[in-house]
């Protein structure tokens, strides 16, 4: 089956630790987007990347990092220079010639 | 710079009632609008899409959606609610910056009731 896999499902990090979310696609995709949704706020963009190795930030970068070593992949770390982690994360990919962006079933991510 | 206002974090119908969420965008250039539906702890599922072709889009579920130029509107719309339809909306529009990130709304919480 051809989908975006993202693990874990839920996550629980004790405050100053950093913690690496797993984002993979096997659609053969070119982009890829790291998106935080919280209550009533809707999705905003963290990071995203086009092609392998070059990535940009998005509106929320701060105390994010990211890495696009391989296409299939773009891990996300959040770091302990994030003020406030606690919130859903999903990742989303999308082939260059189309505007659809597939999106990952999320990491619920609580820092505790 | 765009943006995307949902009117109505909450909407409450009947089953088989009409749906109805709003959307409103703002945007320098022609819009690439889009409707995403979530369900609980899972990702976004695309609904429909406009991409400057037909004004009224049909999409998945029943869904379909009329871009207005004049109100800036892309209305979402089902005619018979489900109790399955229970879910979270967001529409979206492409930003012009390049890349093809989205701008997404606040999302509408939309309940069935019996």
């Known amino acids: 089956d051809g989908g975006i896999t993202q693990s874990p499902k839920y996550l629980f990090r004790k405050e100053g630790q950093n913690v690496t979310l797993s984002c993979e696609q096997n659609?053969?995709?070119?982009?890829m987007y790291w998106y935080r949704q919280d209550p009533g706020q809707g999705l905003r963009l963290i990071y995203y990347?086009?092609?392998?190795?070059?990535?940009q930030k998005g509106d929320i970068a701060e105390g994010y990092s990211v890495s696009r070593e391989k296409k299939e992949s773009f891990p996300l770390t959040v770091t302990s220079a994030q003020k406030n982690p606690t919130a859903f994360y999903l990742c989303?990919?999308?082939?260059?010639?189309?505007?659809?962006?597939?999106f990952g079933p999320g990491t619920r991510l609580t820092v505790l | 710079a765009q943006s995307v206002t949902q009117l109505g974090s909450h909407v409450s119908v009947s089953e088989g009632a009409l749906v109805l969420l709003r959307c409103n965008y703002s945007?320098?250039?022609?819009?690439?609008l889009f409707w995403y539906v979530q369900y609980p702890n899972q990702g976004l599922q695309l609904l429909l899409k406009?991409?400057?072709?037909?004004?009224l889009v049909k999409g998945i579920n029943g869904f379909e959606a009329e871009f207005k130029k004049s109100e800036t509107s892309f209305h979402l719309t089902k005619p018979s609610a489900h109790m399955s339809d229970a879910a979270e909306y967001f529409c979206?529009?492409?930003?012009?910056?390049?890349?093809?990130?989205?701008?997404f709304g606040a999302g509408t919480r939309l309940a069935v009731h019996p």
């Open positions: 979206a529009v492409r930003s012009s910056g390049g890349y093809n990130k989205l701008i």
């Open positions: 659609l053969n995709h070119d982009a």
């Open positions: 945007s320098s250039v022609p819009p690439y």
């Open positions: 406009y991409t400057s072709a037909a004004t």
């Open positions: 989303a990919s999308r082939w260059t010639e189309s505007n659809e962006q597939f």
């Open positions: 990347s086009q092609i392998v190795n070059d990535f």
